[in-house]
């Protein structure tokens, strides 16, 4: 099938169909843009207003020493359009860039409505397109029911997920490694597979007396959550029964000191989070408590007293697909059969998580398109930028097993390389400093071709 040139569509006028609309209307193609509101909101939605922020009016920290500031950094560099907008809304907020929702939706919104390339059309699509024209898929995280089960009915049921399960993952270098030692169960697999963070009775007494005494996030009405058996949340678990972890995420069974040969109490493991091996997974620790609350309730594991988390556990309703399974390197629907070929998708639906990353992925997705539509090569940003970190994360490229579950994830330090042969006694900040420029380099080289 022909591919239109001049024209595209965009489906949701939410953060990261704002962006792509923008930025496909500046590139100069006529862009549809579909948005239910205000005729039909999500469960989330309060406001008829475009760029909708449902719930936390920040955009996490604003400094580049830290992933979401960097990727914010290198948005502002690459002529994000959202985030000029967040910066003409923002609010006071100490280290973090906040905004004010109202005014920033209102800046967003006006923009888009003024400019003459882009068309809002007010109507909820219930099917996906199959024709010549370049659709952009960003109905977010509650994708209207109609158009879930339309994707679901074309790709199959099991690549498109409604709830996100996730462990919290953490920095490798801050496992304290006096209290670590590298197993897998019953010797099976490669000796370093799993990181095992064991403890003793009295241990496991303190872990668990935190554990079912945490705050926990409390879900919406429309996330009453019926888990399934096989992810249950660690603290649903411990409310069975002090020794319910004993036989299941933190069984011991098969895990030998390889120094003293004694079996612990309790262990807990930690898995690769990613090709690099600079971050670690809670392997069966997904959860719903409060972020400080992970934290502490997690340091009373002494292999973890200092860990740093890259990211928090959650769950939560989600509507995403197995991007690495069904997307293209150009984020289009891979088919094989001649039909849906024009169809892209971006933001929080392809398995992003957050705000920022979902604007990053619109931004992303409408550079992608635009080469296809000048039919040059795909050019996607480097591997060593927070834009091409997320990239590589929807690609799948990421993952420390090509087996393991695609979850959806924050931007993180997990998603850059490490820096080669890098000196292990410099601090975080200094490691972050060195990746922070080799990012905005790589940045600079990839907007410049
Ligand atoms: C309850 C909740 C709380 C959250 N809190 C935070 C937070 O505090 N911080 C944070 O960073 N992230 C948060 N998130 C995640 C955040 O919503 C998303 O990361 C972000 O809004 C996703 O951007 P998006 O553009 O992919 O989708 P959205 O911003 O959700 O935009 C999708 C748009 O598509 C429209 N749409 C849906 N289906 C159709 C259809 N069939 N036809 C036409 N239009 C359609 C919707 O009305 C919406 O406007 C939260 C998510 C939820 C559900």
Redesign the pocket.
């Known amino acids: 099938m022909q591919l239109n040139k001049n024209r595209v569509r965009v ?9 792509a609309a923008f930025q496909m209307a500046r590139f100069g193609v006529q862009v549809d843009l ?4 205000p005729k ?6 309060v406001s008829d207003h ?11 920290s604003n400094n580049p020493l830290n992933a979401v500031g960097l990727i914010k950094e290198e948005m502002r560099r690459a002529g994000g359009f959202l985030i000029a907008c967040a910066e003409e809304a923002k609010v006071p907020a100490g280290d973090a860039l906040a905004v004010d929702r109202e005014q920033f939706a209102k800046v967003v919104q006006s923009r888009l409505l003024a400019d003459p390339n882009i068309r809002i059309i007010s ?4 099917e996906l397109f199959n024709d010549d024209i370049a659709t952009i898929v ?7 029911d ?3 089960l339309d994707i679901a009915k074309i790709i199959g049921q099991e690549r498109l997920a409604f709830y996100d399960a996730i462990a919290p993952i953490i920095d490798a270098d801050s496992v304290d490694m006096e209290h670590a030692f590298f197993a897998s169960r019953w010797g099976k697999g490669e000796g370093d597979d799993y990181l095992n963070c064991p403890m003793t009775e009295i241990e496991y007494g303190q872990f668990f007396q935190a554990l079912i005494s945490a705050d926990q996030a409390h879900a ?1 009405a ?2 009453n959550l019926h888990y399934f058996e096989g992810c249950l949340p660690i603290e649903e678990l411990a409310s069975r029964g002090e020794k319910t972890l004993l036989f299941g995420p933190l069984k011991p069974v098969g895990l030998h000191h390889p120094v003293t040969g004694l079996r612990a109490h309790a262990v807990l493991q930690l898995r690769k989070e990613n090709i690099h091996g600079t971050a670690y997974n809670l392997v069966g620790c997904q959860t719903r408590m409060k972020q400080p609350a992970q934290k502490a309730v997690f340091a009373e594991i002494p292999a973890l007293k200092n860990a740093q988390f890259l990211r928090f556990g959650a769950i ?3 509507t995403y697909l197995d991007a690495p399974s069904i997307l293209d390197e150009a984020s289009r629907l891979k088919t094989n059969n001649g039909q849906y070929q024009n169809i892209f998708f ?5 398995g ?8 990053a ?2 931004l992303i997705v409408a550079k992608l398109l635009q080469t296809i539509l000048q039919q040059k090569q795909l050019n996607p940003p480097p591997e060593y930028t927070a834009l091409g970190g997320l990239y590589r994360h929807t690609r799948g490229s990421l993952k420390a097993n090509p087996k393991d579950r695609y979850v959806p994830s ?1 931007v993180t330090w997990a998603m850059l390389p490490p820096i080669a042969n890098q000196d292990r006694r410099l601090g975080k900040d200094a490691k972050r400093q060195m990746l922070v420029e080799r990012a905005l380099g790589d940045l600079q080289q990839w907007l410049l071709s």
């Open positions: 489906i949701g006028a939410g953060l990261a169909g704002c962006e579909y948005e239910m509101k039909k909101r999500t469960p989330a939605q475009f760029a909708e922020l449902v719930c936390s009016n920040s955009f996490r109507e909820e699509v219930g960003a109905t977010g995280p509650l994708t209207s109609a158009l879930a919406k429309f996330e939560h309703r989600n971006a933001g929080q639906i392809t992003v998580e957050g705000y920022v990353e979902s604007m992925s619109g924050n």
